[in-house]
């Protein structure tokens, strides 16, 4: 298997600086680059010869999109480059979104460096690294409407506010109510949102 060249596309300098110093012992890297710079990263991939991108989901302050949304736009700019989401947001919706745009992988970042070089080998060499204990979970996605519900619900918002927030009748805000407790396997809007909360597809007010 020829050298692999690494980029980490990460806001935390401390931890892109650990991870450089513990991976650049391996003979298998080539070469393991850092970038805050996210407007040229198309241009970067290509200039560096990227094999594998290491993409954290929550950037910080260098972008407004996510890294999912991120890692989406750069596959399409360049299909051929491999990307794994390296994240501490570590829960099922984001593996599934990150299965379903193309990556060819998801860790945690307390993955410990020996793990994380045989999960970039396996990728470069056309394999996948996702965790297995998040695949044995069966997600069923819920649209941006369904996930807004739960949000407001979240909130403590009562469903005639929510209603007319939406601009939609109670009955049809009850239909789907009724879909979202079918997709996650609940019964309660108390429950649909405790779910939700853990899989992420809301967040806490």
């Known amino acids: 298997m020829s050298l692999i060249n690494i980029l980490l596309v990460d806001d935390h300098a401390l931890f892109s600086k650990s991870l450089t110093v513990a991976l650049e012992e391996y003979e298998e890297i080539q070469h393991?680059?850092?970038?805050?710079?996210?407007?040229?990263?198309?241009?970067q991939v290509r200039e560096k010869k990227i094999d594998i991108v290491l993409?954290?989901?929550?950037?910080?302050?260098?972008?407004r999109q996510d890294g999912l949304t991120l890692a989406s736009e750069l596959k399409k700019a360049v299909p051929s480059v491999?990307?794994?989401?390296?994240?501490?947001?570590?829960?099922?919706?984001y593996q599934y979104e990150a299965k379903?745009?193309?990556?060819?992988?998801f860790l945690n970042k307390n993955i410990?460096?020996?793990?994380?070089?045989?999960?970039?080998?396996?990728?470069?060499?056309?394999?996948?690294?996702f965790s297995s204990r998040q695949?044995?979970?069966?997600i069923e996605e819920l649209t941006g409407s369904e996930?807004?519900?739960?949000?407001?619900?979240?909130?403590?918002?009562?469903?005639?506010?929510?209603?007319?927030?939406?601009?939609?009748?109670?009955?049809?805000?009850?239909?789907?109510?009724?879909?979202?407790?079918?997709k996650l396997g609940v019964t309660s809007?108390?429950?649909?949102?405790t779910k939700a909360l853990k899989m992420g597809y809301i967040s806490l007010p």
């Open 147 to 182: 996930r807004r519900i739960l949000q407001l619900i979240s909130e403590g918002k009562k469903r005639k506010e929510i209603a007319c927030q939406l601009y939609i009748s109670e009955r049809t805000l009850s239909n789907h109510l009724q879909h979202i407790y079918e």
């Open 100 to 105: 379903k745009m193309g990556a060819a992988g």
């Open 189 to 193: 809007s108390i429950e649909a949102v």
């Open 112 to 129: 410990n460096p020996e793990e994380l070089l045989h999960s970039l080998i396996r990728v470069a060499k056309g394999g996948s690294c």
């Open 82 to 93: 491999k990307i794994i989401l390296l994240t501490g947001y570590d829960l099922p919706v």
């Open 135 to 138: 695949e044995e979970v069966k």
């Open 32 to 43: 393991f680059y850092t970038t805050r710079e996210l407007a040229s990263l198309p241009e």
């Open 55 to 63: 993409m954290d989901i929550n950037l910080g302050s260098l972008s």
